[in-house]
């Protein structure tokens, strides 16, 4: 499979860096269903691309070690691997520590008799820590495990770190218990598929979907989205890595190019900021009182 070189978009500044900023790469590329080793091999070359431009937090897609449209779950157990042992863990560790970067990558987890879709969270130390994908989508559900780590929140030199994968970002209550415990980033390793209804030059869905998530929690999320058709699935591009303002510093990505995204972000700004003036924030301000009284839906009736 031929790749093209993978075009840079910077967020250009006039100004002098501030020292609380950093920069964030989001890695667009499309995986070749079942060849670990060649997608192992051309996520290498991209994160070296991404640090050598100054990225420290890097994020790949979902699954992007084996490809994501599985048809048993036989294929799903042979593909995947363990957590921290497995070939694919132990490169991206190799580079992690080579380069000095936060490496999080979707991957395909065998715990024991168990699959998981999962997100391994590397720094230069090691394997910092796995996050488990909470809502499966469609025929995930015939293969892989439910997460079961919750929302767990990484202490990192550079910021608290936590994750979502794909589906996880159509439920508020993933950044609202990444934020409540800690996060100032939230990394979205993903595969979005078109949506019914979506017409030609619309925003995907998932961009408004994590734009809103990111204003109304004050939090970074970055958004690394595949491309191509693999099986007959398509798969919808537009990575983007979007400020604690709701608004994009990179990207949307094209649809259908390989691309390394790289936006500045200020963690500590995204703290700073949830409070949006002298009466209003957006964590305190929550009607809990409220909440804990809302009967619920019965989904069944």
């Not at 863990?89 to 715990?111: F, K, M, N, P, Y």
């Not at 079961?148 to 936590?162: E, H, M």
């Not at 537009?238 to 990179?250: D, K, P, R």
Request: glycine content about 8%; hydrophobic content about 40%.
């Amino acid at each position: 499979m031929a790749h093209a070189s993978p075009p840079l978009s910077l967020s250009a500044t006039s100004e002098e860096p501030d020292e609380g900023k950093l920069k964030v790469a989001c890695i667009q590329f499309e995986p070749e269903f079942g060849n670990v080793a060649l997608n192992i091999q051309r996520s290498l070359e991209l994160i070296e691309k991404a640090a050598d431009a100054g990225s420290r937090i890097v994020v790949l897609p979902e699954l992007c070690n084996t490809g994501y449209v599985f048809q048993s779950r036989a294929e799903v157990f042979a593909l995947g691997e363990p957590i921290p042992d497995g070939t694919t863990t132990q490169a991206w560790s190799e580079i992690a520590a080579r380069l000095d970067i936060i490496l999080v990558a979707g991957i395909a987890e065998r715990d024991g008799d168990r699959l998981y879709n999962s997100a391994v969270i590397i720094d230069h130390t090691g394997v910092l820590g796995v996050y488990r994908k909470l809502h499966l989508w469609s025929d995930e559900n015939l293969y892989f495990e439910p997460g079961n780590l919750g929302v767990p929140v990484f202490s990192t030199l550079y910021g608290r770190i936590s994750v979502a994968i794909c589906y996880d970002g159509w439920f508020p209550e993933t950044f609202r218990i990444a934020v409540t415990q800690g996060a100032d980033i939230v990394c979205v390793p993903t595969n979005w598929v078109p949506l019914p209804e979506s017409q030609p030059g619309d925003q995907p869905m998932a961009n408004i979907l994590h734009m809103a998530a990111a204003h109304s929690n004050s939090i970074v999320i970055a958004c690394a989205d595949r491309i191509g058709v693999e099986r007959g699935q398509a798969f919808l591009g537009h990575s983007l890595i979007i400020n604690h303002t709701g608004w994009a510093v990179a990207g949307p990505a094209s649809s259908d190019n390989e691309e390394i995204l790289i936006g500045e972000v200020d963690l500590s700004a995204a703290r700073r900021d949830r409070s949006l003036n002298k009466f209003n924030h957006l964590l305190r301000d929550r009607r809990m009182d409220v909440y804990a009284e809302f009967p619920g839906l019965d989904i069944n009736s």
